[in-house]
């Protein structure tokens, strides 16, 4: 997020009492910041096809439906992988024709409710093509069209992994779509698709962050080069459409926002260049890249201490709302912002300091040995670009509630107007959750 805006907007949320004893952490988001993101990634493809694409949000990355909504509004659409993820769309108000289903684990009503409602769907593996070659004959007899919703086939490019295992999805044994370089896998495809005419897609995802951009265009490139074989195969444009995932890396080292959609995007064209000469349709799934800059968790520190000589923030964020960063610090480190209690920006000699969350166990750290201005209580700590598969991934160690989203907007005057993207939980909340209203159910016999 832009400096200077979160800047106006960490001390307004102090002055506006978002941030209070009540409610020790909040997640504020940039919302001009997220618009600009979208209106990029729509620019860089623009710029070199004219072909129809989709941009279909990965809903998994902030699964909020105001975010859904103000996306849509900014042209894109989404890509689901769960029933929930599916409400949620649907909730923002995401057509079917702009929603895409993808997940290794869709069972035979997901399929089911997919076609009814014509959101397109990829096909993980061979048992699921054969399951809609029951499903998708029966839900076409209902429409008049070969398939009531676009149908791909998701491909494992295996081209390797990038620097994190757990967000690579492209490698020789990845669990995600079928093994094109495995024995026998290219004919079998080739097959499947002249079985099926109603196949019209193929999908592919690389990768989330840790990517190398180079590896993620080599994935692109043998799904496309698959698209053609199988056209070739079929004498006819059978594959219309091709879905290019999503995975653009994050600079989580500072406030610059690369690598670009338009660097991408130009690198496909150049080594792709068939992909973009218009006789295909794209469909993209970024995620994280659309929002994790503008996002920021701001929390108070409660106490300070020492141990063993090392100073300790005591924060209210920790691991509930930087899962990975607490689990896996050395994959997912967090810039970390000091401001005083009045939400001016901290300064004074830097010194090493943990800063801690406030979970019941010894790695809830956010930070280690982080070289900040001495913190006290009542100052607020901000864990920067965590848009993304942060705060909007709860996690209830402790039973620690989910956190107030409030998007804000700055004005030229420099004053600051925030709206709830999403309520605090309650304690109340909590309780209905987990099982309050069966209290008595293991007492019976
Ligand atoms: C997670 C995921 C994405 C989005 O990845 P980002 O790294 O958030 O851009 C896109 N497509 C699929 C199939 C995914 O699983």
Redesign the pocket.
């Known amino acids: 997020m832009a400096y200077d805006r979160r800047d106006q907007a960490v001390r307004a949320a102090v002055e506006h009492a978002l941030l209070s004893e009540s409610e020790p952490v909040v997640a504020l988001l940039d919302t001009a910041g997220v618009r600009a993101s979208a209106a990029a990634l729509r620019t860089a493809f623009a710029e070199v096809t004219r072909a129809p694409v989709l941009h279909a949000f990965?809903v998994?990355?902030s699964p909020l439906v105001p975010v859904l909504r103000l996306l849509y509004e900014e042209g894109l659409g989404a890509?689901v992988?769960s029933p929930g993820e599916l409400a949620l769309a649907r909730a923002a108000g995401v057509p079917a024709d702009r929603t895409v289903l993808?997940?290794p684990a869709k069972t035979p009503a997901e399929l089911r409710e997919a076609l009814a409602l014509g959101v397109a769907v990829?096909a993980d593996n061979p048992q699921e093509l054969a399951r809609l070659d029951a499903l998708v004959p029966a839900a076409a007899s209902r429409t008049n069209a070969p398939s009531p919703s676009p149908v791909g086939l998701?491909i494992n490019a295996q081209v390797g992994g990038g620097s994190i295992d757990a967000?690579s999805?492209a490698t020789g044994t990845s669990k995600?779509g079928v093994a094109l370089r495995d024995e026998g896998a290219r004919d079998w495809i080739v097959r499947a698709f002249l079985d099926r005419p109603w196949l019209t897609r193929l999908?592919t995802?690389s990768?989330?962050?840790g990517m190398p951009l180079p590896l993620m265009a080599a994935g692109v490139r043998a799904v496309y080069e698959l698209a053609e074989e199988i056209n070739a195969a079929a004498g006819r444009r059978q594959v219309d459409t091709i879905d290019i995932?999503?995975?653009?890396?994050?600079n989580f080292t500072s406030d610059d926002e690369t690598p670009t959609y338009a660097a991408y995007a130009r690198l496909l064209a150049a080594e792709v260049p068939g992909l973009f000469d218009g006789r295909y349709g794209l469909v993209t799934?970024?995620?994280?890249?659309?929002l994790a800059k503008h996002g920021t968790v701001l929390a108070r520190v409660e106490y300070t201490k020492t141990a063993g000589a090392r100073p300790i923030a005591v924060t209210h964020a920790g691991v509930q709302v930087a899962t990975r960063t607490v689990y896996d610090p050395a994959s997912w480190p967090l810039r970390i912002a000091a401001y005083d209690a009045k939400g001016l920006p901290k300064t004074g000699p830097l010194v090493d300091q943990d800063v801690a969350g406030p979970a019941c166990f010894a790695g809830d750290l956010l930070a280690v040995g982080r070289a900040l201005p001495p913190l006290e209580p009542g100052d607020v700590v901000a864990a920067l670009d965590t848009g993304?598969?942060y705060f909007a991934h709860h996690y209830a160690y402790n039973s620690l509630p989910r956190p107030g989203v409030y998007g804000f907007v700055t004005r030229p005057d420099g004053t600051v107007r925030f709206a709830t993207v999403r309520a605090p939980q309650r304690p109340a909340d909590i309780v209905a959750e987990s099982g309050g209203e069966h209290r008595d159910a293991l007492l019976r016999e």
């Open positions: 990965a998994k990355a890509e992988a993808d997940s990829n998701r967000l999805t995600f999908h995802h990768g989330s962050q995932g999503g995975g653009l890396p994050v799934e970024f995620g994280r890249s659309l993304a598969y």
